[in-house]
């Protein structure tokens, strides 16, 4: 039986969310909690890219699965598409209540407190769904030689991308990712998408098109994981201008919450909500349970299983092995946490006379690709692959005013209505000291250790910015912006590379198949897998490993 805090923290929580059926119609969130058995064959951690997908594919197979996440559900009304709910308010709407400390400039350590919804980061992404290119996975060259004295500086994947192609079809298919075949010259070897992209382009990114096209560029239309046609989906694209950092009011965009979590509830999966893992138990060299604690109630609770399936993201899954004692147990100890890769991100803002940014908008439709793997040209001294450009929608005047450089604050939020942005994403490469780690005595409100990040670029990552910022510049004058302005993310929102897979127990955190070396049922299938991205969105791909490794653990 739980015990009674237990059940009244949860009986709180059903007062919030509520979880759209396939019928597209909102329900009111079910409490679980008082069936919640004692045990379970599968306890997956993070219900986002990693853990929904696993849980997907598992609860499909007739596995019984429980999903502990930290998150809510989230609420599909007003505040959506409300900026001041979601970012402005104190706390905002979706914030956690466990930070991780972030020291990545000189200043010392930040408390970050990430949005914690069931279906992780999904809920608030842009639903930009690519794959890795094929050379992706044979890593760089010039990545590997950023750190040459560390023996864990390659980024070669243990396998091919012919191995994961069939499970980013079956991805694809999931999300129902609307896309235009032929276009990406970069584009690994692929079949039809599931669904047709845009027929149109809005007015900006059809300027935008036009002049890189004059450029000799060949911009594409971005794979997006929208339901566009009215039957990829719940609800029908209204083609709005708030994706990216909000949540789909009209259930179109198909994030975990809508797209997967609730035909794996349909197959018998439980979703614990706000509650987090703290620990996992391990004995004779085996997960045997985890340690839940209940966000409401402080109570927790241990739950038994015969396996533990990380998937709480790139930063706190390090984080839970270390605080659970893995380093002491796996031969690959000494690297959890390490080669915290995130890309390296900017956004060039174009200013024009007219106004650009008109209600209905969606200003997220195309990508440029030509330099994805360097000069095109071959002539810059910065060898290897640099990243690529992506429209993005402006953000909110408030968020602007919040969230943008001092010297951009009061001329972005003037000019919102009048921007054009496009996203630079540059491919960054492993070092060994970019790490997550936990510290006995930084510990969070329940007394677990916090995750500590230590991140700083290498030079080359910022000459490779650099360099495809100026590309994006040349681009936005072309459409006719009278002035461009570069502003930085900071976020963590592409982390990855933190518990890399691999062959060897020497370079790599788990096996190729995501098996923690020299822990028994204990996996991971998030972001922390991936030992390199190229500068592609992580999405898709975190999701068709999950779902790899998912194909696998049935079959055990
Ligand atoms: C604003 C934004 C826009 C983005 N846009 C795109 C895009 O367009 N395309 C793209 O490919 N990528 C995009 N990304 C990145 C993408 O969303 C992430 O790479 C991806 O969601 C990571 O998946 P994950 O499963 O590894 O982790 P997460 O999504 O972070 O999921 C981890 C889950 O674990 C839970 N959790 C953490 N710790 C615990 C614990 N101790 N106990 C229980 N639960 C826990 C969290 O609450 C969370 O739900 C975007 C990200 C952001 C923030
Ligand atoms: S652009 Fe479409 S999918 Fe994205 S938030 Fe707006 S309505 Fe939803």
């Given amino acids: 039986m739980p015990d009674i805090a237990f059940v009244l923290g949860i009986s709180k929580q059903t007062e919030r969310g509520c979880i759209p059926r396939m019928t597209g119609k909102l329900e009111p969130r079910q409490c679980q909690v008082g069936n919640l058995k004692n045990s379970y064959e599968n306890i997956v951690i993070g219900s986002g890219f990693g853990g929904g997908m696993v849980a997907y594919a598992l609860s499909k197979a007739g596995q019984e699965t429980l999903v502990v996440d930290r998150g809510v559900w989230v609420r599909r009304d007003e505040t959506c598409w409300d900026e001041k709910a979601l970012h402005l308010d104190t706390p905002p709407l979706y914030q956690g209540k466990i930070p991780f400390n972030v020291d990545q400039k000189r200043g010392g350590l930040m408390a970050t407190y990430p949005y914690e919804t069931v279906g992780g980061m999904s809920t ?96 594409c239309r971005l794979p997006m994981a929208i339901n566009l046609d009215g039957a990829h989906g719940q609800g029908k694209c209204v083609l709005c201008n708030t994706c990216d950092y909000f949540i789909c009011k009209v259930c179109a965009k198909n994030d975990l919450s809508l797209a997967v979590l609730p035909s794996a509830m349909k197959n018998g999966a439980e979703i614990l909500d706000q509650h987090g893992a703290v620990k996992i138990e391990i004995k004779n060299g085996a997960a045997q349970g985890v340690v839940v604690l209940n966000l409401n109630t402080g109570m927790r609770r241990t739950i038994k299983t015969k396996r533990v399936i990380l998937a709480c993201g790139a930063i706190t899954t390090p984080q839970m092995l270390l605080v659970s004692g893995v380093d002491q147990l796996s031969p690959a100890g000494k690297l959890i946490g390490r080669c915290l890769m995130r890309h390296i991100n900017g956004v060039m803002a174009g200013a024009f006379t007219y106004r650009t940014n008109v209600p209905g908008t969606l200003q997220k439709m195309i990508g440029i690709p030509d330099f994805y793997h360097g000069d095109p040209l071959k002539k810059s001294a910065i060898k290897g692959p640099w990243g690529l450009l992506q429209e993005i929608g402006p953000f909110g005047k408030g968020l602007i005013m919040k969230r943008a450089p001092f010297g951009f604050k009061h001329f972005g939020a003037f000019f919102r209505d009048r921007l054009t942005n496009l996203l630079c994403i540059a491919a960054d490469g492993p070092q060994y000291n970019n790490r997550v780690y936990v510290q006995p005595d930084r510990v969070d409100q329940f007394g677990v250790p916090l995750a500590q990040v230590y991140h700083r670029y290498h030079p080359r990552d910022y000459q490779v910015l650099r360099l495809l910022c100026g590309k994006a510049r040349e681009i936005l004058r072309e459409v006719g912006a009278f002035y461009v302005h570069y502003v930085p993310i900071e976020t963590f929102s592409h982390a990855f590379g933190t518990c890399r897979m691999g062959n060897d127990p020497a370079s790599s955190v788990t096996d190729p198949l995501g098996q923690v070396w020299g822990v028994k049922n204990l996996v991971i299938t998030d972001a922390s897998l991936l030992p390199y991205t190229g500068s592609v969105n992580p999405s898709l791909t975190i999701a068709a490993n999950a779902l790899r490794i998912g194909q696998h653990l049935i079959g055990e």
């Fill in 124 to 219: 608030f992404y842009g639903g930009v769904s690519l794959r890795l290119r094929e050379s992706d996975f044979k890593g760089e060259v010039h990545l590997d030689s950023l750190d040459s004295n560390s023996p864990v500086s390659k980024t070669a994947w243990p396998f091919h991308y012919q191995a994961l192609a069939p499970y980013y079809d079956e991805a694809e298919n999931i999300l129902g990712v609307a896309g235009a075949l032929g276009e990406d010259i970069t584009e690994p070897a692929r079949g039809a998408y599931p669904q047709g992209s845009f027929n149109k382009l809005s007015p900006p990114s059809q300027r935008v098109w036009d002049a890189a096209r004059k450029m000799g560029l060949h911009p």
